[in-house]
Nanobody, 124 residues
Protein backbone atom coordinates (compact mmCIF):
# COMPACT_ATOMS: atom_id res chain seq x y z
CA UNK A 1 0.00 0.00 0.00
CA UNK A 2 1.38 3.36 -1.02
CA UNK A 3 1.54 5.89 1.81
CA UNK A 4 2.88 9.41 2.01
CA UNK A 5 3.19 11.04 5.42
CA UNK A 6 4.02 14.71 5.81
CA UNK A 7 5.47 16.27 8.92
CA UNK A 8 7.19 19.45 10.03
CA UNK A 9 4.41 21.99 9.72
CA UNK A 10 3.69 24.54 12.40
CA UNK A 11 3.37 28.19 13.32
CA UNK A 12 6.21 30.53 12.47
CA UNK A 13 6.68 34.28 12.25
CA UNK A 14 7.20 36.00 8.92
CA UNK A 15 10.82 35.70 7.86
CA UNK A 16 11.23 32.40 9.66
CA UNK A 17 11.92 28.91 8.35
CA UNK A 18 10.40 25.46 8.44
CA UNK A 19 11.42 22.14 6.95
CA UNK A 20 8.72 19.79 5.81
CA UNK A 21 9.31 16.08 5.37
CA UNK A 22 7.42 13.56 3.28
CA UNK A 23 8.09 9.91 4.11
CA UNK A 24 6.98 7.47 1.45
CA UNK A 25 6.31 3.76 1.80
CA UNK A 26 4.90 1.07 -0.45
CA UNK A 27 6.96 2.11 -3.46
CA UNK A 28 10.49 3.17 -4.32
CA UNK A 29 11.48 6.56 -5.59
CA UNK A 30 13.16 5.15 -8.68
CA UNK A 31 11.08 6.06 -11.68
CA UNK A 32 8.84 8.48 -9.82
CA UNK A 33 8.51 12.17 -9.09
CA UNK A 34 7.39 13.75 -5.86
CA UNK A 35 5.60 17.06 -5.71
CA UNK A 36 4.67 19.49 -2.97
CA UNK A 37 1.35 21.28 -3.25
CA UNK A 38 -0.43 23.69 -0.98
CA UNK A 39 -3.98 24.80 -0.42
CA UNK A 40 -4.90 27.98 1.38
CA UNK A 41 -8.42 28.54 2.77
CA UNK A 42 -10.86 29.29 -0.03
CA UNK A 43 -8.29 28.64 -2.75
CA UNK A 44 -7.41 25.78 -5.05
CA UNK A 45 -4.53 23.40 -4.60
CA UNK A 46 -1.43 24.78 -6.29
CA UNK A 47 1.89 23.22 -7.16
CA UNK A 48 4.83 24.47 -5.13
CA UNK A 49 7.73 22.27 -6.13
CA UNK A 50 8.64 18.91 -7.57
CA UNK A 51 11.68 16.68 -7.72
CA UNK A 52 12.48 13.92 -10.16
CA UNK A 53 13.96 11.02 -8.22
CA UNK A 54 16.01 9.75 -11.15
CA UNK A 55 17.45 13.02 -12.37
CA UNK A 56 17.37 15.05 -9.20
CA UNK A 57 15.98 17.94 -11.19
CA UNK A 58 13.66 20.29 -9.38
CA UNK A 59 10.85 22.63 -10.27
CA UNK A 60 9.59 25.61 -8.25
CA UNK A 61 6.60 27.85 -8.57
CA UNK A 62 7.55 31.48 -9.15
CA UNK A 63 6.02 32.45 -5.81
CA UNK A 64 8.55 30.35 -3.86
CA UNK A 65 11.58 30.40 -6.14
CA UNK A 66 14.69 31.47 -4.24
CA UNK A 67 13.06 30.81 -0.86
CA UNK A 68 12.12 27.12 -0.94
CA UNK A 69 14.45 24.21 -1.64
CA UNK A 70 13.36 20.66 -2.29
CA UNK A 71 15.63 17.68 -1.78
CA UNK A 72 15.35 13.93 -1.54
CA UNK A 73 17.01 11.10 0.30
CA UNK A 74 16.28 8.12 -1.90
CA UNK A 75 17.78 5.69 0.62
CA UNK A 76 15.21 6.83 3.17
CA UNK A 77 12.39 7.29 0.66
CA UNK A 78 11.95 10.78 2.04
CA UNK A 79 11.75 14.19 0.44
CA UNK A 80 12.14 17.52 2.15
CA UNK A 81 10.97 21.04 1.54
CA UNK A 82 13.14 23.66 3.20
CA UNK A 83 11.14 26.87 3.43
CA UNK A 84 13.00 30.08 4.24
CA UNK A 85 11.93 33.71 4.38
CA UNK A 86 8.36 32.63 4.96
CA UNK A 87 5.57 35.08 4.26
CA UNK A 88 1.98 35.20 5.55
CA UNK A 89 0.80 34.29 2.06
CA UNK A 90 2.63 30.96 2.41
CA UNK A 91 0.03 29.95 4.99
CA UNK A 92 -1.68 26.79 3.75
CA UNK A 93 -1.99 23.06 4.18
CA UNK A 94 0.98 21.50 2.42
CA UNK A 95 0.66 18.14 0.72
CA UNK A 96 3.17 15.84 -0.90
CA UNK A 97 2.14 13.64 -3.79
CA UNK A 98 3.74 11.06 -6.05
CA UNK A 99 3.44 10.21 -9.72
CA UNK A 100 4.82 7.28 -11.70
CA UNK A 101 7.00 9.32 -14.00
CA UNK A 102 10.53 10.69 -13.89
CA UNK A 103 9.19 13.97 -15.23
CA UNK A 104 7.88 16.60 -12.88
CA UNK A 105 4.45 18.16 -13.21
CA UNK A 106 2.84 21.08 -11.47
CA UNK A 107 -0.63 19.77 -12.34
CA UNK A 108 -2.35 18.07 -9.40
CA UNK A 109 -4.34 15.63 -11.54
CA UNK A 110 -1.07 14.07 -12.70
CA UNK A 111 -0.41 12.74 -9.20
CA UNK A 112 -1.88 9.44 -8.07
CA UNK A 113 -1.04 9.34 -4.37
CA UNK A 114 -1.35 12.01 -1.72
CA UNK A 115 -0.46 12.51 1.89
CA UNK A 116 -2.84 13.85 4.52
CA UNK A 117 -1.24 17.29 4.60
CA UNK A 118 0.50 19.39 7.22
CA UNK A 119 -0.55 22.88 8.27
CA UNK A 120 1.87 25.77 7.85
CA UNK A 121 0.85 29.08 9.40
CA UNK A 122 2.97 32.19 9.01
CA UNK A 123 2.09 35.11 11.25
CA UNK A 124 2.82 38.71 10.30
Amino acid sequence: EVQLVESGGGLVQAGGSLRLSCAASGFTFDGSSIGWFRQAPGKGREGVSCISSNYGSTYYADSVKGRFTMSSDNAKNTVYLQMNSLKPEDTAVYYCASRNSVYCSGYKLNYAYWGQGTQVTVSS
